[in-house]
């Protein structure tokens, strides 16, 4: 039986529990019970934060994980990767004030940036040779300039609407993400065959939909 932990609640969780369903799955939704067992093929499917899902497949609590890339590579796992699912595109973007100067990335050298991604922007600025001090806060990101904790700020954007609503202006794609499918490195065969099957299923509903 293979163990699929996906997010319990957020914006990634219905697509994951289309996803699975359109590949004739069926299993019970995520109410207040965090984990269900599919009736029809051998899944258990775990309802987790999805910050969890790295760690988790990872050490093999669960065999398989679907999670935003963004979250899986500041966790530190990115090998964990399997495939790209299609669904919740998004961007990690740098943003300033509206006002602000800004011509390049050189700019942020000594700068104050407050992010929920410090791994993520830290490569990014190390490998454009930009020393910054990094804030990490978990939440609340675009509100850091304007009450004085940050200059700069690097979060999740996807439609531009909450940055344009706190005054922000974006300057930098840091990173591209979409949801994927990950898997622990050490499935034994039995678990790779289900995989597969997985996979191919999954496959054949992302050509249905184009
Ligand atoms: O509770 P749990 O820890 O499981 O969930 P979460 O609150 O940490 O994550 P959640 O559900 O908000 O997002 C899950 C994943 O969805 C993220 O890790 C991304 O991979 C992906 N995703 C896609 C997004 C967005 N789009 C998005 N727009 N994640 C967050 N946002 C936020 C962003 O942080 C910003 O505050 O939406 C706001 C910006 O949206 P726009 O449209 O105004 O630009
Ligand atoms: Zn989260």
Redesign the pocket.
Known sequence: MLRLAI??????SEDSQNLIRECGISFLAASNKLKTEATNFPLEILYL???DIPGYVQDGVADLGIV?Q??LVEAGFPSLEVEGLGF?K?RLSLAVPRAAAYDSVQDLQGVNIATSYPRILGDYLTERGVKANLHTISGSV?IAPSIGLAEAIC?????????LGNGLREVETVFR?E?VLIANQNLNPEKKELLEQLQFRMQAVRRARR
Do not use: F, H, P
């Not at 979060?155 to 940055?163: C, N, Q």
């Open positions: 997010q319990k609640s957020g914006r990634l934060r999805d910050d935003g963004n979250v919740s998004c675009e979060d999740i954007v996807s439609s531009g609407s909450t940055l993400s949801a």
